[in-house]
Structures are given as C-alpha cells and as structure tokens.
C-alpha cells in the first residue's frame, strides 16, 4: 500500500471525498431515436426521456432494455449514478403500455426500495413516464397514509418502503392494495433489503401475497453480495440473469480513489472541521454511524460558518462521491491506529486503500468546540445522544475484534462531541 505524507492543511483536500471529472464514460452512442427504431422503446417514451433532457442511453440501459422487455428475471448491476433507475423504468411503463394495462387491473408494477427519500427520487423519475403512458402511481413510505381512495381509484404503478407496503398488501378486505394483477416486482438497492433483518422479513409477507407465477423479478444494486443474491433466489424461487455494466464485481469502482488517515478518538471532530475549511468550494459528502450524530455535528459544523445540509435517511456509500457519466470520487476514512486491521479486511474485499498522514495543530478548533458546546443547552443534549449512540455502534459491530468497545477509551472519545469528560446522565449504555 502506498504511504504519502502530508504536511500543509491545503494539500489534505484531495484526500477527502469530492468528485471531479475524468474519462470514465457511462453514455452510449446510442441515440433515443435509435433505440425506438430497434423497437426498445415508444416514442411516447422517447418525448418523456427528452422533456428530461436525456438524448443517449446508458450502458446499463441499454443492456437490461432487451431481457427486462423478454419477461426475464434479472439482476441489474451497475455503478452509482449509472442510470439504474431508468433502466428498469423504461422496460416497466413499456410491458405495462404493449398489454394495455389499466387501473382496473389494479398495481401493475410493485417498486420497492429500503428508503423514504430513495422512493421519493424514484417516484420522480417516475412521473413524466408515468404521465406520458396515462398511468396512476402512489409513492407509500413511512410518515404518509394508506387511504382506501389510493386503492378504489387505482394505481398501476406504487413504489414504496418494505414495511409501508407489507402493511398495504395484507390489509384485509378492500382496504388492501390490489396486487392480484401485478407483473413486475423490483427490488432497489437489494443488498440492503435482503441483509436478512426486518427488511427481509417485510419482504417475505410482500411475496406472500402477489401472486405465485407470471411476475417478473428484478433486482437492482450498485453492489454484488453473494449472500444476498442467494436470500432473493430463495425467496423468489427463480434464478436471475446477471446484466452489468461493470468490467468487476468489485464493491467500490475505479471512480473512487480511497485514502485512510489514523485519527485519535479525541481528535476527529476538530480533524473533520479542519478538512472542511478547505473544501468550501467543494461537495463534500460526511458520512456518520447514526441519525443522532448527523444533527449534532451539522449544529456544531453551522457554528463554524461551514454550509452544511443534513439528511437522515441516506444509503451510505462512498460511491455517490463519483456519480454520473464522466465523474471521480475520492474517499477518506477516519481510523483510530488500534483499527488498522481494517485495512486488511478492506485489501481482502480488493479494495486498494492508500494511508495518508497529518501533521498539525488541532488544539484551536478543539477549544471552541469545546466553548460552543458548553454554552448552548440544546446542543449538549445533541451531543449526549449521539455520544450514547456512537458507543453503542461498537457495541453492536460485526467486526468486534477490530472495531472493539473494550478498546474504546470514553474519555478520549467524549472529546470529539464537544466534552472534555464523559456525560454522567446518560446511565448505562450496554
């Protein structure tokens, strides 16, 4: 592995996630017209695609357009920003148009992704397909009501979370949502749905109620898990087709260029504000272990005059950081030096991680986290919570030799939410 040193705070920016252009390409030269002319699309389809300014079709488009169109079952691999969503999309309203299907018939396509804000981008790639087909199509996740009149006035199309559509589909009576009809069901982000926990579960009563034959399946991820892969064949009964875009399966692709840095557990808040100063004109993605954390630390980066937007719900993967045609990423992993086998866990995985160093004075940032922290009320409780949580993280990691609780020292690690000993009103965090 290749060691780099790095001693100027202006030279640390190119180790931290932002994306750049590059020569990767992921448009074909293939033109939307030429597609309707090799009969993979209608021109009802091709006016939607241009009203969004889509002219070419993607690599992973245009290899899932033929087998999804063929009724198969397939597994859709490609990377983030690759086109995925409109890959199965287009195949979908074009089945659902070729059999004149109505809202009469009830869904005819079931769209299930892990996330609220996942289904909500899908749902909006969705609508001008949707729209130039005439299909209805309801978006169901946490936080909005299932109504009867969804149901009564149909829906063709519905994308939703596991656990909001499980509750619709096995309502009883007439208040469920009418699935005897459906034709395709995709799964999105189906490492995730299929990690065997409760998503798993939401998904088996989904499938115990569509019906047992003449559904096609497919799923969709960024990311290749054997285990799971091996959960949707059983569950499905049915082997799928393996339609990539990718050269490799491997977890993350050659967009992304992954650095690590060894950080005492004290020092990572003012080492994550520190890197940030530098990247103002930059995109910068921070990914953290729980929703606690997210709303602590975008109080305390706002104070420091950094414009932060906080999300809580996110699939976490560096691979946004180099989404879309033409794009690169890089990555950089905070570690405290008793996690370093990690880096070996991760060079097993084929994933090439480069150490970097830094030399320099945290202190200053330090004391005014440490000022802000202790005069506002509201962000210490912030911080107990997401102390609490980030404690508990370890307790519950899979990787416990590595990532180990009994390692953890608490009074280096309150330092980096903002206190200098550990909060004394949280109780026990086993």
Known sequence: MKKKKIQKVQEFVYTVVFAEMAETRILTRHSLEWVQKKGLCSSKTVLALKGLRIEHLTTIQLLALPKLLSKSDCFLHGRTGSGKTLAFLIPVVERLNAMQFKESHGVGALIITPTRELAQQISEVLRPLADAHGFSQSTLTGGTKFKNSDVKNGSVLV???????????MKNGGDSLPVNNLKVLILDEADHLLDNGSHTEQLREILSCIPKENVQKILVSATVIEKSLKLAKGLCNTEFIYVSSEKSSTPTTAQIKQSYLHVAACDRLSM????????????????????????FHSKVLASFQLPVYHCMDYIHRIGRTGRGDG??????????????????????????????EFSGDLQPIQQQVYSFVKNDLEIQQLGKLAFKKFVRAYQCHKLKKIFSISTLNLNEVCKAFGFQIPPLTLGKLT
């Open 159 to 169: 994308v939703g979370t596991p656990g909001k559509v499980a509750k619709a589909v």
């Open 327 to 356: 794009q690169t990423g890089q990555a950089l992993l905070f570690l405290q030096p008793e996690e370093q086998e990690f880096v070996q866990v991760l060079a097993n995985m084929d994933v090439r991680i480069d150490e970097i």
């Open 272 to 295: 994550l504000i520190m890197v940030l100063k530098t990247l103002t004109k930059k995109k910068v993605i921070v990914f953290f272990n729980s929703c606690h954390s997210v709303k």
